[in-house]
């Protein structure tokens, strides 16, 4: 009886032992810091003189801005009036 028990306890020994180590690799393999790629430096963009602007203002700025009225989007909501810039000449 005793090499049965012995047997046993090797056996639930050898499987704790077993999933111990497999589980504190999954807990350090779940820990690595992950690369991340950075950002991609983009060029800074200086705000629309355009944007947030009121109506009465956008029209004064006819030269630069253009209104835009409020309407309804294809999928039935509402969509506020905005002032925007207008598109620049592309150069050659």
Avoid at 36 to 62: I, M, R, V, Y
């Amino acid at each position: 009886m005793s090499k049965t028990l012995f047997s046993k306890t090797v056996i639930a020994l050898a499987t704790a032992a077993f999933a111990a180590t497999a589980s504190v690799g999954t807990i350090a393999y779940a820990q690595e810091k992950k690369t991340t790629t950075p950002p991609k430096a983009t060029a800074s963009k200086t705000p629309s003189a355009c944007k947030g602007l009121a109506e009465a203002a956008c029209k004064d700025k006819s030269t630069e801005c253009t209104w835009v009225s409020a309407s309804k989007g294809k999928d039935g909501k509402d969509k506020k009036a905005y002032c925007r810039a207008k598109p620049k000449a592309k150069s050659k």
